[in-house]
């Protein structure tokens, strides 16, 4: 069964940076490509930020160029690299395999992005 947790969110002023990682078991990061959603409160999950398994990073509009995503196959750990945070972005954020087999979430990790 794969199973992802999530770590690293917080509060965070805005302009400021948080990194959040993910540690997936079950299956290899490398082997998938890997997303990173968030869910507001109120809205629904939306993917912000994949890696396909050669590593090329895609990115939703609204953090092209302020996010970075990374994966690390020996730690088996997929990361979100937060710049230049903005109030907008507060969110609980997941990890999850971009395969539609993998119907199973972590718990998250919430971020705060305070103005």
């Known amino acids: 069964q794969v199973q992802m947790s999530e770590s690293g969110g917080g509060l965070v002023p805005a302009g400021g940076s948080l990194r959040l990682s993910c540690t997936v078991s079950?299956?290899?990061?490398?082997?998938?490509?890997m997303g990173w959603y968030r869910q507001a409160a109120g809205k629904q999950r939306v993917l912000v930020a994949q890696?396909?398994?050669?590593?090329?990073?895609y990115y939703d509009p609204s953090v092209e160029g302020r996010f970075i995503i990374s994966r690390d196959n020996d730690k088996n750990t997929v990361s979100l690299q937060m710049n230049a945070v903005k109030p907008e972005d507060t969110a609980a954020y997941y990890c999850?395999?971009?395969?539609?087999?993998?119907?199973?979430w972590g718990r998250g990790t919430q971020v705060t992005v305070s103005s």
């Open positions: 890696i396909s398994r050669t590593g090329g990073g």
């Open positions: 079950g299956m290899m990061v490398s082997s998938d490509a």
């Open positions: 999850k395999p971009l395969r539609a087999s993998v119907t199973t």
